[in-house]
């Protein structure tokens, strides 16, 4: 140790000036390239080289979860393809405002829905429930202001009047239906009158399609209604606990009018069959509307998701798969949850409840905080049924964010996550609702660490040309420090 300790005692202050500015050189370098591939491939170079070279060599495993085969990547080329602006779109299973979201109201003197959000309905009902030769009838005239009357006691006082003048007029049901029952039951009777009258005036207008431009706009004005009212029948019934009833329902709407996909009937399907247990029908609708060519959604991702989960989750693990690595069920199922969480990343939050729920909107945006909102409100006892299914969604969800490139400029299987989706959640979800963000992924620890370590060294180099003797004292007085604990050792 005598020839060490002369050597140390030889140095002068300007071999540690370029000692510690030689390091931080080199550690700034380091932290340079070290943030520029963080940005380019959305994780640390140092990490991806520790796991993947350097943990293998040491005896430790490597990572079990396989990239995602060439289906996964044409749907992500399709998908990107078809990139648009944030859409909102209609929530299949929007609640009814008279039965459930007054209700609401009532108890706890919250608004559940927003201006915005009510505003767009009127549009939808603009849309689906008059046509240009609503003049023709004195009861479809009254209703096509009714549905653009923003006062609620006015549009029920609208529907009485068109009843008035035709008894037979179905769309004034429908709005009594929504809007003034205040029971499910009552929503139902309403909904059954509707029924009755919609599909005589449905037939009238089949018959008169060929006549006219106009007749047939009326035949579509009169379709919309009259698939309208079976599915809230449906759904009536879907709450009234006759769930068979309501698949029968959906089904043979899904049959008759094959063409009305955009009304996500599926949707609604594939709730009630997860209420039954169905496990096999899920599938079988999952196998048709999983589809490249077909916008996804929540429900769908998340439902794969789940059926995945469903044949490894009572007997996963984390210690043992930890210990002997991830089976290919197990694989599966995490590849799915991962795909799940990467088109829609607020869910996981609200089934695992560490965010409360409020009730879903008349729209949802999709990948956006409302339509996670929607989802976790009709499909938590779903997740909640399957045991540890809700554990898995724990123990893994959270490590989608390792794979999704940074910044969100770039996706994985999805196009990337749209930037305007805060906002737009923010017009759809009511102000008392703390509006989810997307998950902003963290630096990893290298950064930090080579940004430290650049940022000392070069303070100590410029303490030391500043103070140089001080500086040489104290280098020494460490190197002694260590010397003796290293002769303690």
């Known amino acids: 140790m005598a020839p060490l300790t002369g050597f140390l005692n030889s140095l002068t202050p300007k071999f540690y000036v370029a000692l510690t500015g030689t390091s931080s050189l080199i550690s700034g370098l380091i932290f340079i390239f070290e943030w520029w591939y963080f940005h380019k491939h959305g994780t640390s170079f140092i990490e991806q080289v520790s796991i993947?070279?350097?943990?293998?060599?040491?005896?430790?495993?490597?990572?079990?979860?396989?990239?995602?085969?060439?289906?996964?990547?044409?749907?992500?080329?399709?998908?990107?393809?078809?990139?648009?602006?944030?859409?909102?779109?209609?929530?299949?299973?929007?609640?009814f405002r008279g039965a459930e979201y007054r209700r609401y109201t009532w108890v706890?003197?919250?608004?559940?829905?927003?201006?915005?959000?009510?505003?767009?309905?009127?549009?939808?009902?603009?849309?689906?429930?008059?046509?240009?030769?609503?003049?023709?009838?004195?009861?479809?005239?009254?209703?096509?202001?009714?549905?653009?009357?923003?006062?609620?006691?006015?549009?029920?006082?609208?529907?009485?009047?068109?009843?008035?003048?035709?008894?037979?007029?179905?769309?004034?049901?429908?709005?009594?239906?929504?809007?003034?029952?205040?029971?499910?039951?009552?929503?139902?009777?309403?909904?059954?009158?509707?029924?009755?009258?919609?599909?005589?005036?449905?037939?009238?207008?089949?018959?008169c399609q060929h006549q006219s431009p106009q007749h047939e706009a009326q035949l579509r004005r009169d379709t919309n209604v009259l698939v309208y009212i079976k599915r809230r029948l449906a759904m009536c019934a879907r709450k009234l606990g006759r769930i068979r009833e309501a698949v029968k329902i959906m089904r043979d709407l899904m049959k008759e009018f094959p063409p009305l996909t955009m009304l996500n009937i599926h949707e609604n399907l594939l709730e009630s069959l997860l209420e039954l247990q169905a496990y096999a029908d899920v599938q079988a609708v999952l196998a048709k509307y999983d589809d490249i060519s077909l916008p996804k959604s929540a429900a769908i991702c998340y439902t794969a998701a789940l059926l995945k989960t469903r044949t490894v989750s009572d007997k996963f693990s984390p210690e043992t798969a930890s210990r002997r690595g991830l089976s290919t069920a197990e694989i599966s199922a995490v590849e799915a949850i991962h795909r799940a969480v990467e088109f829609n990343p607020h869910v996981p939050k609200y089934l695992l409840e560490m965010k409360s729920l409020i009730l879903p909107p008349e729209h949802i945006l999709k990948r956006g905080d409302s339509e996670a909102v929607a989802y976790a409100f009709f499909h938590l006892q779903h997740w909640k049924r399957i045991e540890g299914a809700l554990n898995l969604l724990q123990c893994t969800w959270e490590g989608t964010f390792r794979m999704i490139p940074y910044p969100l400029e770039k996706g994985h299987l999805f196009y990337p996550y749209p930037s305007c989706t805060e906002t737009a959640d923010r017009e759809l979800l009511p102000t008392f609702h703390h509006v989810s963000v997307y998950p902003k992924k963290e630096l990893p620890f290298f950064i930090h660490f080579t940004a430290g370590l650049c940022s000392s060294t070069a303070m100590i180099a410029l303490l030391t040309h500043q103070f140089p003797e001080i500086m040489g004292v104290f280098a020494k007085a460490v190197s002694m420090i260590s010397r003796t604990c290293i002769e303690y050792l």
């Not at 995602?68 to 078809?82: A, L, V, Y």
């Not at 549009?155 to 029971?183: M, P, S």
């Open 52 to 95: 993947n070279h350097l943990r293998p060599l040491m005896g430790g495993t490597e990572s079990s979860i396989s990239e995602p085969g060439s289906p996964s990547n044409r749907e992500c080329e399709t998908s990107r393809q078809n990139l648009s602006e944030c859409k909102v779109w209609r929530n299949p299973l929007n609640l």
């Open 108 to 207: 706890t003197g919250k608004e559940p829905l927003t201006y915005y959000d009510m505003n767009l309905s009127a549009q939808d009902h603009q849309t689906f429930f008059t046509c240009d030769t609503d003049f023709l009838r004195p009861s479809d005239t009254v209703m096509q202001k009714a549905w653009r009357e923003r006062n609620p006691p006015a549009r029920i006082k609208a529907a009485y009047q068109a009843l008035e003048l035709n008894n037979d007029c179905a769309t004034a049901y429908v709005l009594l239906a929504e809007e003034e029952a205040t029971t499910i039951v009552d929503a139902e009777r309403l909904f059954k009158q509707a029924l009755k009258a919609g599909e005589t005036i449905y037939k009238r207008s089949q018959q």
